[in-house]
């Protein structure tokens, strides 16, 4: 324990200094300001067990952070509450993203995909502006403040950690994000802290939006590391049933399987393998293409070489490969394609099986499927149902997005709409007094 004094009581601790709990203070500070309060005079303060602040924003879109999206709806999140999910975008949207954004004097652009990132195509344009509003507005951080545990003292909380003394605060704040990427700091100890304060989490906490390893049968498909095109990516179950279907670009790897669709389909294909161990992933190649279509497609070629056609559509080594893998020379004329040789390549095009052996796990992983569950929280300001005055924002619920500036919309969100519930209840708090 350090020589220095106790630290003073606080009127709000947010646990964790990510984009769910800076938008969090900020919040609450905007919110008293603008009721012509001097939110200088409340204590906010936000504690954070990393060395460096914000290293997710920061790492974020391959450093230029894809903030939002230009078009957010519960369909882009797994969860099982969409209303939920749905009411909290409508009530802190995308456009409240930009105009907030804005207000701190951070411009963002719209990309061809719909992902939005800022103008400067740098994440610490971002993270920057986030510190100095903060620093503006007098909310306090300390780092690195590692929160082991958290007990319920009534009235308030006390906050422990072995390196620090404890801190009382009125209320509590849980944005201590998933196990994704756990040298940024959160390494999953938020679940841990939510549990002793009376929540459940999911049974099965994930990696999701992870790069996916091949199994030893199908191995081959990484002779073709460095290709990268669009696809469309399926996990279908061992009863033959689609899943879930992810159309975009596809990057195969020395592992495996990287880039958008892969990423978007990992959580799906782990979470149907727990129940159904033969459940696997389809590639279709020709994204547009019906096997009918493919097929049709290669008894239209007549005297053209299956190789020439194929590389109009799919890269040349992509191409060389799928031929082989259903014993045809690609220099074979159209017309010379034996029927059950055509179709098994038409088969291939279309819904190859690609057996995956495992996910990249946590450390590779940006999101993390599952948490704490939604029906625990109160949907009106993300305060808990079992512990009044514990609030929990961000990715430690129990909702994750795909890739596009989803998962930082949920974070902004729901730190903005419990921010702001938190400031209404003290200035309830104040004019009781
Ligand atoms: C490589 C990568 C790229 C990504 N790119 C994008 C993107 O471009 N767009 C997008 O929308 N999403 C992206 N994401 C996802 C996005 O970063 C997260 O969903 C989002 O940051 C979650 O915010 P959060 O505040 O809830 O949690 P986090 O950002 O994880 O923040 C949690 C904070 O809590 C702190 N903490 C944890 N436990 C404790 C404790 N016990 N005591 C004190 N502090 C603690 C951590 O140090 C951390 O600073 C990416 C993620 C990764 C890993």
């Known amino acids: 324990m350090p020589p220095n004094a106790a630290p003073k009581p606080v009127q709000v601790a947010i646990i964790g200094a990510g984009a769910s709990g800076l938008m969090t203070a900020i919040s609450i500070a905007q919110a008293l300001e603008s009721t012509g309060q001097n939110p200088k005079s409340t204590n906010i303060l936000l504690l954070d067990g990393s060395k460096k602040i914000g290293i997710k924003i920061l ?13 957010v709806d519960e369909h882009q999140y797994a969860t ?60 306090k951080i300390l780092n690195p403040w590692r929160v082991e545990s958290i007990t319920q003292t009534n009235p308030g909380f006390t906050i422990d950690s072995p390196d620090h003394h404890p801190i009382h605060a009125d209320c509590i704040v849980l944005a201590t994000g998933g196990k994704a990427l756990p ?26 939006l992870v790069p996916l390893i091949v199994a030893d049968s199908s191995r081959w498909i990484t002779e073709l590391s460095g290709i ?29 399987l990287s880039g958008p669709a892969p990423m978007d389909i990992s959580r799906y294909l ?29 008894t239209n070629l007549g005297k053209a ?29 159209g017309h010379a394609l034996p029927r059950e040789s055509r179709r098994a390549l038409a088969h291939l095009l279309t819904a190859t099986t690609i057996h995956i052996q495992a996910d990249r796990g946590f450390t590779h992983a940006e999101v993390t499927a599952g948490g704490v569950p939604l029906e ?39 730190g903005h709409i419990a921010g702001t519930a938190i400031a209404k209840s003290l200035l309830n708090d104040a004019s009781n007094r």
């Not at 790492?59 to 078009?71: I, K, L, S």
């Not at 959160?186 to 989490?201: E, N, P, R």
């Not at 279908?236 to 990057?251: C, E, M, P, Q, R």
Request: aromatic share 8%.
């Open 376 to 414: 625990e929280i109160n949907r009106k300001d993300f305060q808990s149902r079992t512990c009044p005055g514990l609030y929990l924002v961000g990715e430690i619920l129990d909702v994750d997005g795909r890739i596009g500036g989803y998962n930082f919309q949920w974070a902004w969100s729901t």
């Open 228 to 256: 990268a095109c669009p696809a469309t990516l399926s996990v279908v179950a061992s009863t033959g049933k689609h899943i879930k279907s992810f159309t975009n670009d596809t990057l195969i790897t020395h592992f495996g």
């Open 305 to 333: 070489q299956v190789s020439t056609h194929l590389r109009t559509h799919i890269p040349e080594r992509l191409a060389a490969a799928l031929c082989q893998q259903a014993n045809i020379d690609p220099t074979t004329p």
């Open 80 to 139: 099982t509450k969409p209303a939920i999910v749905r009411s909290t975008l409508k009530r802190f949207s995308a456009s409240d993203t930009i105009n907030f954004f804005a207000n701190l004097g951070v411009d963002l652009k719209q990309e061809p995909t719909g992902k939005m990132f800022p103008t400067t195509d740098d994440a610490h344009t971002v993270l920057h502006a986030l510190l100095n509003e903060a620093a503006r507005l007098g909310i």
């Open 270 to 298: 782990t979470t149907a393998k727990l129940t159904d161990r033969k459940a696997h992933l389809q590639i279709n190649w020709f994204p547009d293409h019906t096997f009918e279509q493919a097929d049709q497609f290669l």
């Open 59 to 71: 790492v974020a879109g391959g450093g230029r952070c894809n903030v939002t999206h230009h078009q």
């Open 183 to 208: 040298k940024s700091g959160s390494d999953g100890q938020g679940y841990k802290i939510a549990k002793s304060l009376g929540h459940s989490i999911t049974k099965d906490i994930l990696p999701a």
